[in-house]
């Protein structure tokens, strides 16, 4: 008697009985001796593996049939990450080397979205930058902190101090401009104090250094 095999998932099953290779693909069936079928079910179906009985397609068995067996190898990948997982932290609890992933246990945990645990190095890298990122973020913030405190300082010794100009810029200035400049900064300057535009410019000066 004659056993149909389904398998609904999106992985390729291989079993093997009798010494004989049987290559199930993803998404397909196939028609085995009795025998062959109860081993191949045994041994997959914790994978997601099933079986097919005459009129499945016509009642709505399949679908039921295929929904289930989906769910069975969902968590079948869920359980082999949380195995690799718990294997390495216990490894890493008794002191022994990591177990890196293998290429399947990547691809189930970027199927079903799920962390991988860490090489020990790699997550004492991490420790390690994220401390250094700390470190110098202290530091920059007690460097801002230091200039403001600087800033505070500077600007409460100019509070009321008369804005000053550089010797140069007041030695171009016009006469309009000097007496502008004057009556801005009320500097004591007095008519009878210059003659001409050089004298002017000398009084403005002297009258800063009194300010």
Not at 167 to 185: F, G, P, W
Request: glycine share 6%; with cysteine.
């Amino acid at each position: 008697m004659a056993t149909i095999l389904y398998n609904p998932t999106n992985e390729d099953f291989i079993g093997q009985h009798m010494g004989e290779h049987v290559h199930i693909p993803a998404n397909s069936e196939l028609k085995v001796d009795e025998a062959r079928g109860r081993h191949l079910l045994n041994f997959l179906g914790p994978r997601g593996l099933t079986f097919l009985e005459y009129g499945d397609d016509s009642s709505g068995a399949k679908e039921l049939k295929a929904k289930n067996a989906r769910k069975t190898n969902k968590e079948f990948k869920l359980r082999h990450i949380n195995n690799f997982n718990a294997r390495n932290e216990q490894r890493k609890q008794q002191g022994l080397e990591f177990e890196p992933p293998t290429d399947i246990e990547k691809k189930y945990a970027e199927e079903l979205d799920v962390d991988l645990f860490q090489s020990y190095a790699v997550v004492n890298e991490d420790k390690l930058e994220n401390r250094k990122i700390r470190e110098e973020n202290e530091a920059l913030r007690a460097e801002v902190s230091e200039l403001r405190g600087l800033m505070t300082q500077v600007l409460s010794k100019l509070e009321g101090v008369p804005a000053t100009e550089p010797k140069a810029v007041i030695d171009n200035m016009t006469k309009k401009q000097l007496l502008e400049y004057i009556e801005e900064h009320e500097l004591d300057v007095k008519d009878s104090d210059w003659g001409n535009v050089g004298e002017l410019k000398e009084c403005v000066k002297k009258a800063q250094k009194k300010e």
